[in-house]
Nanobody, 123 residues
Framework: QVQLVESGGGLVQAGGSLKLSCAFS????????MGWFRQAPGKAREFVAA????????YYADSVKDRFTISRDNAKNTVYLQMSNLKPEDTAVYYC????????????????WGRGTQVTVSS
C-alpha cells in the first residue's frame, strides 16, 4: 500500500520561498506519476503541478507557472515542490498524490494521497 508523507510547509511572507517534500513508500516509485494539489478553506482541491514517471515531463496550473517547480528523485523516492515568489492566494493545505499511470491534472485520477502540509503566506 502506497504511503505519502509531506513536509516543508510553514509560514512565509509574500515574495518568499518554500520547498515541499513528499516521501513515497509501499510501491515502486518509478512506476508512479506524482502530483501536487492544494485546498484552501471553503474551496475545492485544485491541481498545482505534476511530474511524469521519469521526471522528464512536468505540468503546472497557470496560477503557479513560472513560480513553482516540481521535481523528483527516483533514487530517494521523493518528489519536491519548490515554491518561489509566494503570494497570499497560495495559502492552502498542499497535498502530494500518486497514480500508477500517466501524469494527470485530474484530482479523481490519483489513487494515493498524503495528509497534507499547511502553507501560509502573509501579506
Amino acid at each position: 500500500q502506497v504511503q505519502l508523507v509531506e513536509s516543508g510547509g510553514g509560514l512565509v511572507q509574500a515574495g518568499g520561498s518554500l520547498k515541499l517534500s513528499c516521501a513515497f513508500s509501499g510501491g515502486t516509485f518509478r512506476h508512479y506519476a506524482m502530483g501536487w494539489f492544494r485546498q484552501a478553506p471553503g474551496k475545492a482541491r485544485e491541481f498545482v503541478a505534476a511530474v511524469s514517471w521519469t521526471g522528464g515531463n512536468t505540468y503546472y496550473a497557470d496560477s503557479v507557472k513560472d513560480r513553482f517547480t516540481i521535481s523528483r528523485d527516483n533514487a530517494k523516492n521523493t518528489v519536491y515542490l519548490q515554491m518561489s515568489n509566494l503570494k497570499p492566494e497560495d495559502t492552502a493545505v498542499y497535498y502530494c498524490a500518486a497514480r500508477e499511470g500517466p501524469s494527470s491534472e485530474d484530482v479523481g485520477r490519483y489513487d494515493s494521497w498524503g495528509r497534507g502540509t499547511q502553507v501560509t503566506v502573509s501579506s
